[in-house]
Nanobody, 119 residues
Framework: QVQLVESGGGLVQVGGSLRLSCAAS????????IGWFRQAPGKERVLVSE????????YYSDSVKGRFAISRNMANDTVYLQMNMLKPEDTAKYYC????????????WGQGTQVTVSS
C-alpha cells in the first residue's frame, strides 16, 4: 500500500498560480501511476492529470491542458501539480491517487487539499 499526503492548496485570485504536492511513502512499484483528481461541490471526482511513477506519459484533461503541469521528483518521492492561469471553475478539492499500472483502478488515495479561485 502506498501512503499519499497532499499539500499546497489555498485561496488564489483568478489568473494566479498554485503548486500542489503529493508526498508518497511506502513500497511504490515502478509501474505505479500517480493521478491528480478534483471534486467540486455537487460534482463527481474527475481525473485532471496523471504520470507514471518513473515519470513517463503525462496525461491532462482538456480542461487543464496548457495551464497545469505534472511532474515527479525522485529525490523526495513527490508528485507535483503546477497550476497556472487559474480560473474560478478550477475551485475544487484536489486529491492524488495511485494505481498499479495503466488500466488499473486507483486504489490509494490522499486526504485532499482545497483550492479556491476567487474572481
Amino acid at each position: 500500500q502506498v501512503q499519499l499526503v497532499e499539500s499546497g492548496g489555498g485561496l488564489v485570485q483568478v489568473g494566479g498560480s498554485l503548486r500542489l504536492s503529493c508526498a508518497a511513502s511506502g513500497l511504490i512499484p515502478s509501474t505505479d501511476v500517480i493521478g491528480w483528481f478534483r471534486q467540486a461541490p455537487g460534482k463527481e471526482r474527475v481525473l485532471v492529470s496523471e504520470i507514471t511513477w518513473i515519470g513517463r506519459g503525462p496525461y491532462y484533461s482538456d480542461s487543464v491542458k496548457g495551464r497545469f503541469a505534472i511532474s515527479r521528483n525522485m529525490a523526495n518521492d513527490t508528485v507535483y501539480l503546477q497550476m497556472n492561469m487559474l480560473k474560478p471553475e478550477d475551485t475544487a478539492k484536489y486529491y492524488c491517487a495511485a494505481r498499479r499500472g495503466s488500466g488499473a483502478s486507483f486504489v490509494d488515495w490522499g486526504q485532499g487539499t482545497q483550492v479556491t479561485v476567487s474572481s
